[in-house]
């Protein structure tokens, strides 16, 4: 299972003793805001399809994201106070990070939430109910649409 985190303490980006050697084909999930047990069950999910990445804290997970640039964020809601509208804000403002597709789960209920997260510029979002087909359904797509679009950050002003 490939799994790795931020040591906040240390700065060190550690990984689990069983993670899979580093492969450049096999796409990289980072998971931010969520509570322990929902993200050992979204690393149960997606590690037969993508290396999965675990974040924590704000500051952590913006420097794995510019470090590791994941194919995908799943991002669980509010870490260290800032909401989910701020870190959407802070992916789409953020160089090297605005071109990374953000999927938000359960970030609150109903149809306010959901408009907030897709105005915010989440590519998409599903309740906390979501079923493993549906999440793993969105995270292709997102690997999928991400690997095949340049990214913004990379591309030099055409000459005239």
Known sequence: MGVAWRDSAHGALLQAPHDEPADGDRATILLMGFEPARAIALVRIFSPLVRVRLATRLRDAVDMA??????????????????????????????????????????????????????GGALAWLPHTASADALLARVRLAVRMHRNTPPRWGLAAAPD
């Open 66 to 119: 510019r470090e590791l640039q994941p194919d995908v964020v799943a991002l669980g809601g509010a870490i260290d106070g800032a909401d989910v509208a701020t870190l959407l804000a802070a992916f789409q403002a953020g160089p090297m990070l605005e071109d990374i597709p953000v999927i938000v789960l359960a970030a609150g209920e109903g149809d306010a939430s959901e408009r907030d997260a897709l105005r």
